[in-house]
Every structure is written in structure tokens, then in C-alpha cells.
């Protein structure tokens, strides 16, 4: 076979053990149970479980770790029944590694943030053979050597994971969040059957071991998935990265347990024992231990080799079965890495040379304008369809009316559209075509598509003018009233927000509430009981927390994290809408873009009756936050300056403690600092925070509040 045919038959295999658990995974609970002969003692009973679970495990890594399966996806079911089975009649005797442990969670109400052990670093990306060059130059000089060995492998286009395995037991799994601290997904990951609950107890395993990878979702899987969501009348992923994470941050595991997810770990960590000298041993120890790593991976003796292995992989990239959007590329040294260390959010030892973005050609057959839910209005070109890089693209965006006549695009040309990573399809450029007769050139319209109210222009922006009037902007306010950050009423999708405002049902946020089951069963696809549950979970919404009005209220610059800022330190809805723009800005984390934002929104009365309207419907807002919006941490959003010398921790140690609760540390104090932290020998600080009013705490304090935090965040 040659070489990339080769390289291309493994990495399908890898690919092709997508299956997700099967659907009857997470009702195993309930299923039917063979009895087992009544004579089995206990010690055979204990014999047996150990053997079934030995066994699955072994298949597992045969099929995900090895791409060897040895038995039919049938028999693997047998096995797997087998074991359900006889832990359903000695219940006592279920243990966390057990493979049927992979589903069984209860539902959670939210995800947990959880510290990383190590900060989750990311990549510096280079497009260009020249820059890549260059970071190979960089390398020799800091390294003081002519020759450098790379170690290569895709750049998977999933999100990232930190899994933890204790005495070679998964314990826990976190997505990267910000990079400090992550969702705490172990049940989620559980699921995923190329994840081994179990390592493999030789070649020196670690007592406690921190792997990283990453989780995506196979090209085709991801497309049936699609289907099938949009066959149920819910909302397509847009892309497999997308539904990789939808699929992870799931509060109900058993719904992950349904979505084809695959993780290949690329990454040790943190280990208890020592270390393997090069990354290329890591990855080879970490296929041991029973891991998935990248198959298709090699080492470069020198860059050249990176260049060709870059090339090699990009022109199988239209073939593999998963998105890979780059090659990453190591030195391959451990003790090099150390060396080379890193920046603030990279390491230096490492970078992702990405491919150039996916272009197809096809053509231009209408430009459409569709309305926002803010009224921005934009022009779509509707594309005869192509397919770019697996996924069909029928439409893209076109951005803005400038962007329409800096491209020159008009109906019937003939174009190149791209699709990089999560970008939404974007048309590229216009490609001439010799003897083309063009249409007259796009004009943005002066009157909204949707409601016909006049068009207003803010640069290279245009407005519907027509608010709630616009069924549109209605439609967008419904929905982002009641999605699961602000309101959350469940059951109030597109489709349903949709028929309301199209039949006249709503007419207004309020109307909501007047809703009433006659009305809802006359619409399609409502039957006596989704109607009720549809009231059911309104009828919940009427009592809010003050940071989900706010957020469901979709005031510009105010999302889910400004909305919680301003309900953490305004007492009432009445509180914020009275407060001047210099109020605002007292608060950290409000600048004058978004108090001149919610200014502006206080002041038009047709928002004040928005407001009103929904109070004289039923709808209470409760100060404060609700329960699960609190923040874990007390440091969260606190800034913190240190003065004088500190006797207990150095300052990094202090930084890191106040970073790692969410926290940060500034240099200078101003009215926006939340503490000054006095050691000995203050500095001028002290006198500044003393005029200024700023909370101040001796060393003993702070070391309490950091204790308290490191409690909550456990
Ligand atoms: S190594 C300390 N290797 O790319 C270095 N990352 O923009 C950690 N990724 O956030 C990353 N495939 O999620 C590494 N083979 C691979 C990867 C990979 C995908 C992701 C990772 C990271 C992002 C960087």
C-alpha cells in the first residue's frame, strides 16, 4: 500500500469506532434479567463479575485503543447484557470502574467549575511555511543546537478535556473553560466508550496521572445527528464542534450517552512518577496504559520533515471521516520543553501549523436579508449547494452591505466560499468568469423585509426601525427571554416562538403569560399534554432572579455575566433602571459601552412598558441571584493588590491562589479594587487604599478568605 493510503486506512479505523453506547445503554437499569444458577457463591459470583469486566475492558481497548476488535459489535452486547445483568441481582457489588458505570448519573441542575491541576494552556497558530520556519530558528537559538527533533500529529477540531485517573481509575474530567477552571463533565465522559474507565496497571503507571485530549464528533455522525434533531423540529449544530461540546455539556448523561463522541488524548499532564523523556514515549506509554492516542502521528528530524508531514496530512484531510484543522507540532524533548517554558497562555515548545482554509466554488443564486433579533439586518447569499470539507453549504453570510460592495458580489456570480473551524460559511472572493453578463449590483432595501418599517443605517450597519412591531425582532426577543440563561422556559423553541407570533398569539413579551391552553392545543404540533407542560414551565418563570430578567431582557452588551455583575451589586430591577452612567461605571467590570447601553435602554419608554407590562402579568423579580447562579467561588470577579512582604506565601503563590477562585491581581489601586492585602513594610498603597475606602486585610485575613475559597471551589 503507499504510504498515504496506509496512513489513511488507519486513521479510518480509528474513525469508524464512533459508536456511541447503545440505546438501550441508559435504561439498562431497567432491563430484563437472566437469572444467574442459584448455586454461584458468593466467590464465584465475585469471579465471574471480575472475569465479564476484564473482559469488556479488554475489548473496549481492542477496538478504540488498538483499532483491533476482535469480536462482533453483537457479542460485545452479550457480554456487556451479561454484566448488567448479574449487578442488577448483587447490586452491592457495583464498582465505579465497572463499564455499566458509564451511564447512571441522575441528572444534574448545573455543572460544577472545578480548578485545574495545571492551567490549560493553548496554542500559538502559524499559517504560513515561513513563519514555521522561523519558530524552528527560534528553537535552535533559545536551545543553543543546530538540530531539533519534532514530534507531529493532527490538530483535532473537538474541545479540549482534562481527565484524571487515580490508581488508574478515571476519577475525573473537566473541559478547559477558561484555562484555569473548567466544567466538572465526569459523568458525561463516562459515556464515551473510547474513554477507558480503567488504565492498565503495567509499564509504570502513575498513581495519579493528568492526561489531556480531545473530544469530537465524527463527520458522519455528526450529519445523522443533524437530521435527526432537525427531523424532532430542534436546532441544527453548526458544526461537529459545536455538537461535540453541545453533546459533553449535557446535564442529563444519558443524552451523551446517545451522541457519538470520540476522545484521543495527545497530552500527559501531571504524573505522580517520573517522566518519559520525549513526547513520542508519552504517547507510546499512554497507548499502553490503554488511552486512545493519535495513530497517525510521526517524528521529524528535522522541520523539513514537519513541512512534508504537513502536506502529506492536509491532502487526506477531505477524506478523513473526523475535522482535523491543522498539525501540531512538538519538540519532541521533554527536558527541551521544560527549558523553553512558556508564554502566558502558550507553551513556547509547541505550535498548531493550521491548513489554509477549506474554498470552494459555486455560484450565487439569490441575496436574501435576514432580520436579527436585534433588527440588524444582513445580507445571505443563497448558494447552490457545495459541499466544503464534508459539511453542505447552501448559504452565507454576507456580512453587511460594505462587505457586499467591497467583494462586489451580486446574483449569479460565480464565487469561492470558505468554512474555517467554526466560522459560519463566509464567501471568500468573486470569481470572474470571462464573457459574464452581471446582474445590477445588491442594494441593501430601505424598508425591513419582515415588518416594512423604514431602515435606519449606523455605519456599515443597518437597523430595522420597527421593534416589537417587527415580528422578527419579537421572535428574537422571545426566544432570548426564555432560553436557558435568562428564563429558561422549556418547550419555547424557534419553531413554537414562531407559530405564536406568526398566529398573533403574542404580541409582546407579557403576552405570555395570558397564554392559555385552548390556545396552545389549536396550534400544530401541540397535544393536551405539551401544552400543559408548555404553561406548566411559563407559569415557573414568573418568579425570577434579577440577573436572569435582566439577561432575558436582551439589552445590548448585557449578557449572562454583566446581568449577574449588575444584580451582585444593585439591590433591584427599580435600582438599576434609576442608576446614571457614572454609577455604572463605578462597577469593575462595566466601561461606558455598556452603561451608555443600558442608559439607553432605561430612557425609551417603550422598554419602561416592556418592563411594566411583564410586572402587571405576574412576573416577580427576586433580588439578588438564584442558588445555581451564585458564583462558586467568594474571589470570583474581586481584584486583589499586595502590598509589603508576605510571610506565608510568596507573591506567586498568592497570585496563583487568588487566579485559580477566579479572581485577578492588579499593581494599582483604584476605587474598583475589591481588597489591599498588607504585609510587612507597606508600601504607598496602604495610604491609597485607606483614602480611597478599599476593604483591606492583614496577611491572616486573606489567607482565611483563600481557604474559605478553596473550600467552595472543592
Ligand atoms: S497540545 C500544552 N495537541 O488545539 C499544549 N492540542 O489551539 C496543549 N488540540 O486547546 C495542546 N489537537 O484543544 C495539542 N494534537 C493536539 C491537539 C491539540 C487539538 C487543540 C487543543 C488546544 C487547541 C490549541
Redo the contacts with the bound molecule.
Sequence with gaps: MPNAAKVKANMDHLCCLTHSLPLWYGRAVTSCIRRHPAHMTHADILAKLTALKGEIRRHDTLYYAKARPEISDAEYDRLFRELIDLEQLHPQLVTPDSPTQRVGAPPLESLTKVPHEQP????D?LLEQGEVRAFDQRMKRELETHSIEYSA????????VELVYDRGIFTRGAT?GDGITGEDVTVNLRTIRSLPLQLHAHSGLPDHLVV?G?VYMPLADFQALNRRITEQGGDAFANPRNAASGSLRQLDSSITATRPLVV?C??I?AQSSPVQPTHWDELTRMAQWGLAV?THRQLCPSIEAVMDFHQETESLRDQLPYE?DGV?V?VNRRDWQDRLG?KSR??RW?I?YKFTPRKEITVVQDITVSVGRTGTLTPVALLKPVEVGGVTISRATLHNADEVARKDIRIGDTVKVERAGDVIPAIAERVPTPGEQRTAPFLMPDRCPVCGSNVAREGAYSYCTGQSVCGAQLKGAIEHFASKHALNIEGLGKKTVAHLVDEGLVRSLADLYRLTKDDLVALDGFADRSATLLLESIAGSRTVSLNRFLMGLGIRQVGQHIAKVLAREFESLDAIMCADRERLQQIREVGPEISDSLAAYCSEPRNREVITQLQESGVQVAPGMAMGDRPISPLAGKTFVFTGGLTRFTRSEAQHAVEAGGARVSASVSKKTSYVVVGQDPGSKLEQATTLGVTILTEEQFAALIGQAGKDVS
Design positions: 490549560m494552556l493553548s496554542l497558530s500529529e493532527p490538530k483535532f477540531d473537538g474541545l479540549s478547559r489531556r480531545e484521543t495527545y497530552e499532564i493519535p482535523i501540531v512538538k512558556m502558550s507553551p509547541a498548531a
